[in-house]
């Protein structure tokens, strides 16, 4: 059988003249030899001809493939606890993958090679997908994404052996990881993945306790406000009464809820801080409810910061106003609030009251602290308007350095502070300003000021009727620009202008209220919340600008971390920042100390000093317990230190939800170029792959000519007549 590369006719004519010619030039070059050898030159040089005309013809036979050399399909099946549900009609997911794995492998051509494997915590090859009914789903975790991947990355050098992979689970993944790596993998491999889902809802009785902040700070004789949600899920709708108890076991409140089901909640408790400075646990407890399986998260932990140091507040108004009468007035009867008032009076002219009521009448330059050492006695200064009448711009450059250096707070509680343009006092504002304009206009907290822990928590939320019941703002300022990393907590309701406005400068916090005439919400009350409202607004916004900052009142060594709520062997980043260069002495380095956990005694970690920043020291610890840790920085006995605490959550278990998630198998196979294949898929096998059936499984020629020996043959004709004639003496 011949199979050339043009026409048989073509090949033929050409080999037959080029044969004829040649043993032509033969006959004729050789006359002057004798008949016998003449004859032997013509037959051995048309020999060679006749073979290479051969060759031409490409003389062979048609090979058909085995079928191992077509790529492999892997079925890949979920053995994991959840796989053990009865809700395929009245099967498990398990038997139903079982089912549904032999009938899609049945439908592949024969000639396809097929690869069974099953999967919890890592893949596992099988026999056969008849081996798949000697297995019980009773793995602790599945590992869909980490499964893939490891199937796909044994193939990187050999992508072409695979043709694509079957995926039969319920899509929990256990543990919760993203899909973009093992679907670039598997795009870079075109590889495609489809997938059967098992299963569908299952509500599992389950009552659900979080924090919404993992440490809340307070102040000794003041109304602790604790933050958590609660969602209860296949309860239906409850009541459920949290006990919230001190470290001594001490019931400090008990806050009655009641929930619908499916539907969480933000419930703020109200009890009575502790009566000691320091760093404490309160516990929040809730009842199981009969079917729960998960009862580690009907109760929770929260640490509590408490300060026994008073808010030193410096405030500045350079021109009175009822904002400012009332607003000292409401600060003045805060027992935790040390106020220091001044007041510029006339163009020389300034009074000043103090903590104590002693009262100073001062003619000549005013009485600002010209000195950051002066001015570091205050936690917060408060600025009123006229303030480019009252400040100098070097004295600006020592308010920029309280804030950005030592971890002040900032308030510029009336809107632009200066008349004429003020470059130095400008920078520290978080928004650019423009015209002053009047109206009747109300405050609308917004999703940040939730966020951020103002309103909703320490202030109503923005659900809340009274923001529509308080007297109208009548003045406020337009803004032009926000600046960047800035929060916006309040606005008005139509137009979205900015009315409370937040930003973090280097340590410390810049707040501005966009706004005058709030006093009216205390003096002329639509309602009795308007006053309630207006008395809590400052004292409030007061200390969340301190606790937002790096360093809490009277505390020089303060504790922060990167994350606050973690994972089991998650690492944490803990920061230790000291407020000033002499709060570490010369040569000394301060430390960590973690307790919490199963552990009675205090972890100690030796942080490193940051490279080019001054008074931080970092290092990074990985947590193998769950609950709440206290992280407390360490130094002499005597220095005044705020810690913060990390929650840290245990590993997710497999059976801690039970829903089959059919989006993520979804967002899987759509990034891979497969599907999420339904009972019965019409397009179910992939038309691809008869494809490459066809392709890779049609015969394949294989020539005859390619040999040793077929080439020594030509070489002989040819070889022995030029022989001969060299004998002869032939040309």
Not at 174 to 187: C, H, K, M, Y
Not at 209 to 225: G, H, M
Not at 349 to 371: A, L, N, T, V, W
Not at 693 to 709: A, E, F, I, T, Y
Request: charged share 20%; proline share 8%.
């Amino acid at each position: 059988m011949t199979n050339p590369y043009w026409a048989h006719e073509y090949v033929l004519t050409i080999g037959v003249a080029l044969t004829l010619l040649s043993g032509w030039s033969g006959w004729v070059s050789s006359h002057r030899a004798s008949s016998r050898i003449r004859v032997g030159c013509v037959g051995l040089r048309m020999l060679g001809g006749t073979a290479l005309t051969l060759l031409a013809l490409n003389p062979g036979r048609w090979d058909y493939p085995a079928a191992e050399s077509l790529p492999a399909w892997y079925f890949l099946t979920d053995r994991s606890r959840s796989m053990a549900e009865k809700d395929c009609g009245g099967r498990s997911r398990w038997d139903e993958a079982c089912r549904r794995v032999g009938d899609l492998a049945a439908e592949l051509p024969e000639e396809m090679p097929v690869r069974a494997e099953v999967f919890a915590d890592r893949r596992g090859p099988l026999k056969g997908i008849d081996n798949l009914a000697e297995i019980t789903p009773t793995g602790t975790s599945s590992d869909i994404t980490g499964s893939l991947a490891a199937i796909l990355r044994s193939h990187l050098s050999t992508p072409d052996a695979i043709g694509g992979i079957v995926l039969a689970t319920d899509g929990i993944q256990v543990p919760a990881t993203g899909s973009d790596d093992v679907t670039r993998l598997a795009l870079a491999l075109d590889v495609p993945v489809y997938a059967v889902c098992l299963g569908g809802e299952i509500a599992i009785p389950d009552l659900d306790l979080r924090p919404e902040r993992v440490t809340v700070p307070a102040f000794i004789n003041q109304p602790l406000r604790i933050p958590f949600h609660i969602k209860a899920t296949g309860l239906g709708r409850v009541a459920v009464d949290v006990q919230i108890r001190d470290d001594n076991g001490a019931l400090r409140a008990t806050v009655p809820v009641r929930l619908e089901d499916g539907v969480g909640r933000k419930v703020v408790a109200q009890c009575s801080a502790p009566e000691t400075a320091g760093y404490t646990r309160f516990h929040l407890t809730a009842r199981v409810f009969p079917g729960e399986t998960r009862t580690l998260n009907n109760q929770l932990e929260i640490g509590v910061q408490v300060l026994d140091s008073a808010m030193n507040v410096l405030m500045i108004e350079g021109l009175p106003h009822w904002d400012s009468k009332f607003l000292a007035q409401l600060l003045r009867a805060r027992d935790y609030i040390q106020l220091t008032e001044i007041y510029r009076l006339g163009p020389s002219r300034y009074y000043r009251i103090d903590p104590g009521g002693e009262k100073m009448d001062q003619e000549g330059p005013g009485m600002f602290p010209d000195s950051i050492e002066k001015l570091a006695a205050y936690d917060a200064v408060i600025l009123g308007k006229g303030i480019d009448a009252v400040l100098s711009p070097a004295q600006a450059a020592v308010l920029s350095a309280f804030v950005a250096e030592r971890g002040g707070a900032l308030i510029f509680a009336r809107g632009r502070p200066w008349r004429s343009p003020f470059p130095e006092l400008a920078r520290l504002e978080p928004v650019v300003w423009g015209d002053k304009i009047t109206g009747r206009f109300a405050m609308l907290p917004t999703a940040e000021g939730a966020q951020a822990g103002l309103f909703g928590e320490k202030l109503p939320e923005a659900s809340s009727q009274v923001w529509g019941m308080l007297p109208a703002i009548d003045q406020l300022f337009e803004i032009n620009r926000v600046k960047p990393f800035t929060r916006v907590l309040a606005e008005t309701p139509g137009e979205k202008i900015p009315l409370l406005i937040s930003r973090r400068f280097g340590r410390g916090m810049v707040v501005t209220v966009n706004a005058e005439g709030l006093w009216q919400w205390d003096f002329f009350p639509h309602v009795e919340e308007s006053r309630s409202v207006y008395r809590e607004f400052w004292p409030l916004l007061v200390q969340w600008a301190l606790t937002a900052a790096d360093f809490p009142p009277g505390c020089d060594l303060a504790a922060r971390v990167d994350n606050p709520v973690v994972r089991v062997g998650d690492p944490v980043e803990i920061a230790v920042l000291a407020r000033t260069a002499d709060s570490v002495p010369p040569g000394a380095a301060p430390r960590i100390e973690i307790y919490g956990g199963k552990s009675d005694e205090g972890k100690i970690l030796s942080p490193r000093a940051a490279t080019g920043v001054t008074g931080r020291w970092t290092a990074a610890h990985a947590f193998e317990t769950p609950g709440l840790y206290e992280i407390r920085p360490g130094l002499a006995p005597e220095t005044p230190v705020a810690g913060t605490g990390v929650e840290v959550l245990p590993l997710p278990a497999e059976t801690d939800h039970l829903s089959a998630n059919r989006e993520f198998l979804r967002s899987i196979c759509d990034r891979t170029g497969g599907r999420l294949l339904d009972l019965n898929d019409p397009s179910w096998p992939p038309a691809s792959l008869t494809d490459t059936v066809n392709l890779l499984g049609s015969p394949v020629w294989k020539p005859m000519w390619d040999r040793g020996w077929w080439l020594g043959l030509v070489c002989f004709f040819l070889c022995f007549e030029w022989y001969l004639r060299r004998r002869n003496m032939l040309s």
